[in-house]
């Protein structure tokens, strides 16, 4: 191993020495009260420094190339990801530490989890072979598992981390056998020796079971029923970073694998994944209209969203790669954004998850309803927002790879989500505030609403910068 080497993981290092300090750090502050209601802000500092810094060095440049024997890949993609993965872990941590003192979650851990499940994200997207993206989607899994299930004295929260657990581990026995399968008929788990071996029946099982594995991860259907009862049950900043980190992972891996890796065997991978592109789009965006808790409102919202994003993964060709690594910007802002706005509330001591405690916000928080309402616009994909520029090129890369029902579908389903992205809106600017909901201002979550909107109405205004970033990305890979 190589300096040059140990340079181009530069980014992934910073996080996981930062995850082993902000362990010793919350050791040596709290003692054995691990559970201590006393605010303890050095940890997010801890975490949200080591981020700027890995964020930094990402957008240096650093080290490019192929590295540990073709096992990792530092290229524009790699580097376009880890943009949307720090970016996304960097407005997490401003949004947890008054929840995590309120809620008695043990800050420590936490972070560290966050930490660790980033890392795991940049290693999928920077994977040459399946061991990597294997190693990269159980280290970005493990935490998760652990983090939604980390309020103890929550039942929910214990059944959201057990279900997430057990589902998690059949995902992962689908994804090894695909692996095991592929190095059978190929002799190799190298990706562009498998994108240039014959087609046959053992690689077409293999590669089948590894999109189950893929799937279950970016909560595609029918591999999503774990994402509604987690979401709910798990505490609400872990559902907020799992809601975006998960499906940055996940496409990552569905990149790499699909238009990057095996292109040959287009015609076999592009009918199966448009077909589950259709039905998740379908069945997310339906069930969503039924829904009266925002969590599970927005984990149906996900799905459909993962629905969007594999339009440009099963449309192939740059214009699909580059539409996707500009979507999955853009998704992590508005979610983020509105897991934010819920966070400012609290009804009698719980989550103030139900669409009722939004009623009457506008009276309370003003800013906020407005923040909230501009999110919505833009998971519903209605100008000026990025939502719209986001669903504009993944649509556009449909019908350039002559997928016209992909684009007529994700054009339907959009016009049907519009209902209840604005019905919520509509709750939040309308009504008198219920009694029981208070509002908790602290000025982390503040910060993170901030970046969120700035980067809604950035991307939506201006996306030009952007989309030239991940077209480069994409054009580098020809």
Known sequence: ?????????????????????????????????????????????????????????????????????????????????????????????????????????????????????????MVTAASGTLATLF?????????????????????????????????????????????ALIYGATGSIDLRRIGEAARSPLLDAGVALLTIGLAFEAALVPFHAWAPDVYEGAPLPVTAFMSVVAKIGAFAGLLRVFPLGIPLLADQWMPALAGIAIVTMVLGNLAALFQTNVKRLLAYSGIAHAGY????????????????????????????????????????????????????????????????????????????????????????????????????VGVLTSVVSVYYYLRVAYVALSGDAPQAVAVIRNWFVGAALAIAIAGVFWLGLFPAGFTAAVQQAAASLR
């Open 309 to 408: 994003m594999l339009i440009g993964v099963a449309s192939g060709g740059a214009a699909g790669v580059w539409s996707v690594l500009f979507y999955l910007l853009v998704y992590a802002v508005m979610n983020l954004g509105v897991f934010g706005v819920l966070l400012l509330l609290e009804r009698q001591g719980a989550e103030a998850d139900r669409l009722d405690d939004l009623s009457g916000l506008v009276g309370r928080v003003p800013w906020a309803a407005v923040a909230l309402a501009v999110f919505m616009v833009s998971l519903a994909g209605l100008p000026p927002t990025a939502g719209f520029i986001g669903k504009l090129y993944l649509f556009r890369a449909a019908l350039g790879g002559h997928q016209t029902a992909l684009a007529l």
């Open 135 to 179: 190693l990269g989607l159980e280290i970005l899994s493990i935490p998760l598992y652990i983090l939604a299930g980390l309020a103890r004295r929550s039942q929910r929260s214990q059944e959201a981390g057990l279900k997430y657990l057990l589902l998690g581990a059949f995902a992962t026995a689908f994804f090894v056998y695909g692996l």
């Open 1 to 121: 191993m190589g300096t040059r080497e140990v340079l181009s993981i530069g980014p992934e290092l910073i996080l996981v020495v930062a995850a082993l300090v902000v362990l010793l750090w919350d050791a040596w502050e709290t003692g054995p009260a691990s559970d201590s209601a006393a605010p303890r802000p050095g940890s997010a500092w801890i975490a949200l420094v080591a981020v700027v810094i890995a964020f930094v060095w990402n957008g240096a440049g650093g080290t490019a190339g192929v590295g540990f024997a073709g096992m990792y890949i530092r290229d524009q993609v790699t580097r376009v990801v880890d943009v949307a993965a720090l970016g996304t872990a960097g407005v997490a941590i401003l949004l947890s530490p008054s929840y995590l003192t309120r809620v008695r979650l043990p800050a420590g851990e936490y972070y560290a989890l966050l930490l660790l499940s980033t890392v795991g994200a």
